[in-house]
Structure formats: structure tokens, C-alpha cells
């Protein structure tokens, strides 16, 4: 059985930078595509960043492109998401969710695609 954990959350002024990680257990992390979603209080959890199992390519959502980096170590069985020029807007709990691809690497997008979920780590921005 899979397992993420998620840190690297907390409270933060409008401008400022965290970087979030998610560390990978009981399964091999370099044939898993990672990605990060975010739910905000009154709203459905929502994407924010993915990457292919090697790393090689990322996507984003349209509100944090040119702010957010979504970057791997498969050494360290870790992912990350470096959070730069952040706004209130982005006040949200933060999920990292990990999919198997086998021996193919495709980014994977939508929420129901992924297996594993992590609890959250919750990010404040302060205005």
C-alpha cells in the first residue's frame, strides 16, 4: 500500500514563497505520476500541478502558472511544490496524490485518476 505524506505548510504573507513536499512510501515511486490539488474552504478540491513519473514534463493550473513549480526527486522518493508570489487566493488545504503509469510516463490531471491521497497540509495566505 502506497502512502504520501504532505508538509511544508503554514502561514505566509501575500508575496511570500513556501515549498510544499510530499514523501512517497511502500510502493516504487519512479512509476508514479505525482500531482498536487488544493481545496479551499466552501469550494471542491481542485488541480493545481502534476508531473510524469521521470519528471521530464509538468502541468499546471492556470491560476498558479509562472508561480508554482512541481519538481520530484526519485531518489528520495519525493515530490515537490514551490509556491512563489502567493495570494490570499491560494488559501487552501494541500493534497498530493500519487497514480501508478507502469512503464508508460504520462502526466495525470484529473482528481478521479489518482489512487493514493495523502491527508493535507494546510497553506494561509495573509493579505
Known amino acids: 500500500q502506497v502512502q504520501v505524506v504532505e508538509s511544508g505548510g503554514g502561514l505566509v504573507q501575500a508575496g511570500g514563497s513556501l515549498r510544499l513536499s510530499c514523501a512517497a512510501s511502500?510502493?516504487?515511486?519512479?512509476?508514479?505520476?505525482m500531482g498536487w490539488f488544493r481545496q479551499a474552504p466552501g469550494k471542491q478540491r481542485e488541480f493545481v500541478a502534476a508531473?510524469?513519473?521521470?519528471?521530464?514534463?509538468?502541468d499546471y493550473a492556470d491560476s498558479v502558472k509562472g508561480r508554482f513549480t512541481i519538481s520530484r526527486d526519485n531518489a528520495k522518493n519525493t515530490v515537490y511544490l514551490q509556491m512563489n508570489s502567493l495570494k490570499p487566493e491560494d488559501t487552501a488545504v494541500y493534497y498530493c496524490?500519487?497514480?501508478?503509469?507502469?512503464?508508460?510516463?504520462?502526466?495525470?490531471?484529473?482528481?478521479?485518476?489518482?489512487?493514493?491521497w495523502g491527508e493535507g497540509t494546510q497553506v494561509t495566505v495573509s493579505s
Open positions: 511502500g510502493g516504487s515511486f519512479r512509476f508514479y505520476a
Open positions: 496524490a500519487a497514480r501508478s503509469t507502469g512503464f508508460s510516463d504520462y502526466l495525470v490531471t484529473r482528481e478521479n485518476d489518482y489512487v493514493y
Open positions: 508531473i510524469n513519473r521521470s519528471g521530464g514534463r509538468q
